[in-house]
């Protein structure tokens, strides 16, 4: 298997196609059955993710990936659990006696991959240990094609894929949809959430946190220039009549900018903390 490391390209390649990813319209109701069927069986991922040290949802992608979120089927590869595997990785688990449980595949699979070993998991870092999972092969050998075990039912992937071991299609298409697709949308249902640096958030009882307790990306400033603040006068300047200059510091015009699509200013505008007083005063 060919070892590809996690360099800071990398990471900005992970990082840009993850923002950028926008679902196939007609896969998006499968999309979500399949992102609620994840998060319906949290409970049970978190104890195999607890042991091995990782995020319950990277527990929850793969087993989708690899077995078809079915608890009758190896972490693996999907084999039946009333015998150990067959088809790659062969022979696991190599301790006890079939027919296995799927919490102790699940953890054998998980170690084999050493995913106890990783600690980055950030978005970029996620990507690239489910990626690992499945294999370098398309980055390796066809890099012209997105690997769809990522990207399958996104705008990053439209066909070309391995349709045996070692035979490769470049009209065949993906019908499964691509673990980076249910990373995203597990976030856009809020079933977790990350910080801007793409790292992972989660309250003590393994819960998402509130919105509420989420810093803003962007706060009011005259001075400080932000590439998230360059990030949002580009989005603002998408909406009729709004026009903003975009030099990524989030100054007044920003603020108006906001309050005008929004309906309030952005946090730190001295204005906003009037406006509070006032409504403040008002009801007192």
């Known amino acids: ?23 196939d319209p007609q896969a998006a109701p499968t999309i979500d059955r399949t992102a609620q069927q994840i998060a319906s069986n949290r409970r049970r991922y978190a104890q195999v993710a607890d042991r091995v040290g990782i995020p319950w949802y990277t527990v929850g992608i793969i087993h989708c990936m690899e077995g078809g979120l079915r608890f009758d089927r190896h972490l693996h590869n999907g084999d039946p659990l009333t015998a150990r595997t067959v088809q790659v990785p062969a022979g696991r688990p190599l301790s006890g006696s079939p027919p296995f449980t799927w919490e102790e595949s699940a953890e054998d699979a998980l170690r084999l991959e050493r995913m106890d070993q990783w600690t980055d998991w950030s978005i970029p870092g996620t990507l690239y240990k489910l990626e ?69 958030l989660t309250a003590a009882s393994g819960q998402p946190k509130p919105a509420t307790d989420l810093a803003p990306l962007v706060r009011y400033s005259t001075t400080v220039k932000s590439e998230a603040a360059e990030q949002l006068q580009r989005a603002l300047n998408k909406f009729p009549g709004v026009f903003v200059r975009v030099d990524g510091i989030p100054g007044q015009r920003t603020s108006d900018a906001c309050k005008r699509v929004l309906g309030h200013y952005l946090t730190g505008d001295p204005r906003l903390d009037t406006a509070k007083l006032r409504r403040a005063s008002a009801q007192g």
């Open 132 to 200: 690992a999972y499945n294999g370098f092969g398309y980055r390796t050998r066809h890099p012209e094609v997105l690997t769809p075990y990522l990207w399958s039912f996104s705008n990053h992937y439209t066909a070309g894929k391995y349709v045996a071991d070692g035979t490769w299609s470049a009209t065949a298409k993906s019908k499964q949809c691509g673990a980076a697709v249910l990373l995203r949308r597990l976030a856009e249902m809020g079933e977790l959430q990350f910080d801007a640096q793409g790292v992972p």
């Open 1 to 23: 298997m060919a070892k590809i490391a996690l360099t800071p390209a990398l990471k900005e390649e992970y990082a840009r196609l993850f923002d950028g990813c926008v679902v």
